[in-house]
Each structure stands twice: as structure tokens, then as C-alpha cells.
């Protein structure tokens, strides 16, 4: 049973950062590319970012290159999300995704992630 439990949510405002993570139990997940989603209230789940099984390759939506560090730690079974500058319009959902075939790291669809966990609230204040 593959579990993801995300965590690192909050509060902050405008211009302030913070650190995502989750963590994956249930299968090697080294195995497996992960990958940032996020949904804002009347809104479509959005790509965020990607990083391969070694962590090799990474993407990045254009809205938060620059700004967002996905990273992982294959030992800990743990992906991270590190978040600078933070805009109101990042408020949202945010969730973590394990997908299992090897598309390329530029497939941002959200069908093409196998596992989900149960999301975490951002919200930035102006």
C-alpha cells in the first residue's frame, strides 16, 4: 500500500518562504519520479515540478522557476518542495505524486501520476 503524506503547509506572507515535504512509504521509492501538484479553490490541479528517480533531472512550471527547489532524499524516502518569494497567487493545495513509468521529466500531466497524498494548505497573504 503506497502511502504519501505531505506536510510543511501554512501561513505566511508575501515575499516569506516555506518548506514542503513528503514522505513515501509502500514502495522503493527510488524507483520512482515524484512530482508537486497543486489546486487553488474553483481551479484545475497545476503542475508544479518534477524530479527524477536520482534526481537527476528536474522541471519546473514557468510559474515558480526560480522561485521553487524540488528536491528529494532517496535514504529518507522524502521529497521536498522549498518555496522563495511567495505570491498570493501561490495559495493553494499543494500535493505530492509518485508516478511509476518512465515518461519524460517534461510530462507535467497529472494522469500520468499513479499515487497521490491528501494535500497540504499554502496560503499567502498580501
Known amino acids: 500500500q503506497v502511502q504519501l503524506v505531505e506536510s510543511g503547509g501554512g501561513l505566511v506572507q508575501t515575499g516569506g518562504s516555506l518548506r514542503l515535504s513528503c514522505a513515501a512509504s509502500?514502495?522503493?521509492?527510488?524507483?520512482?519520479?515524484m512530482g508537486w501538484f497543486r489546486q487553488a479553490p474553483g481551479k484545475e490541479r497545476e503542475f508544479v515540478a518534477a524530479i527524477s528517480r536520482s534526481g537527476s533531472n528536474i522541471y519546473y512550471a514557468d510559474s515558480v522557476k526560480g522561485r521553487f527547489t524540488i528536491s528529494r532524499d532517496n535514504a529518507k524516502n522524502t521529497v521536498y518542495l522549498v518555496m522563495n518569494s511567495l505570491k498570493p497567487e501561490d495559495t493553494a493545495v499543494y500535493y505530492c505524486?509518485?508516478?511509476?513509468?518512465?515518461?519524460?521529466?517534461?510530462?507535467?500531466?497529472?494522469?500520468?501520476?499513479?499515487?497521490w497524498g491528501q494535500g497540504t494548505q499554502v496560503t499567502v497573504s498580501s
Open positions: 505524486a509518485e508516478r511509476e513509468k518512465s515518461y519524460s521529466i517534461t510530462n507535467s500531466r497529472a494522469s500520468s501520476y499513479d499515487y
Open positions: 509502500g514502495r522503493t521509492f527510488s524507483s520512482y519520479t
